[in-house]
């Protein structure tokens, strides 16, 4: 294994939704549906937000642009994203498993491909970047 082939996983906590597996993954295999967050994001930490029903772009500073397209779409459990534009490439996934008819549970997970000196200054802004995406999507309303 040599130095820039380690692989680097960061997972957000487990959370609980209180709609239906299905209701979650219709809501977020179609990017179109970001249109009811739109509110929610925080204009200090994004500027530009645009998207359609398979990719969405945003700019982050100091990150810069990124964008990224589903790649995988697995109904009703999991969509998968790949980075089209990103200054670090990373694949991102979010898995929704039910809990009973009425709920689920979400966790989302990026893969990066990390050199030690990038892991050791993106580590703490990514994990928590996972952790608000995941906080985010347990708050929407997937009726």
């Not at 999991?78 to 089209?84: A, D, M, Q, R």
């Amino acid at each position: 294994m040599g130095l820039f082939d380690s692989s680097t996983k960061f997972e957000s906590s487990v959370k609980h939704v209180p709609y239906t597996q299905q209701a979650v993954y219709n809501n977020i295999s179609d990017l179109r549906n970001l249109e009811k967050v739109r509110d929610r994001v925080p204009e200090d930490k994004i500027n530009s937000f645009s998207f359609d029903e398979d990719t969405v772009s945003v700019n982050v500073p100091p990150v810069g642009d990124l964008k990224l397209r589903i790649c995988e779409r697995e109904e009703p459990k999991c969509v998968k994203f790949e980075t089209v534009q990103s200054p670090v490439p990373f694949n991102l996934w979010i898995q929704v498993l039910p809990v009973d008819e009425t709920s689920c549970k979400m966790k989302v997970t990026v893969k990066a491909e990390l050199n030690p000196f990038i892991k050791g200054m993106v580590s703490g802004p990514l994990q928590d970047g996972v952790e608000k995406i995941a906080d985010a999507l347990a708050q929407v309303k997937y009726e």
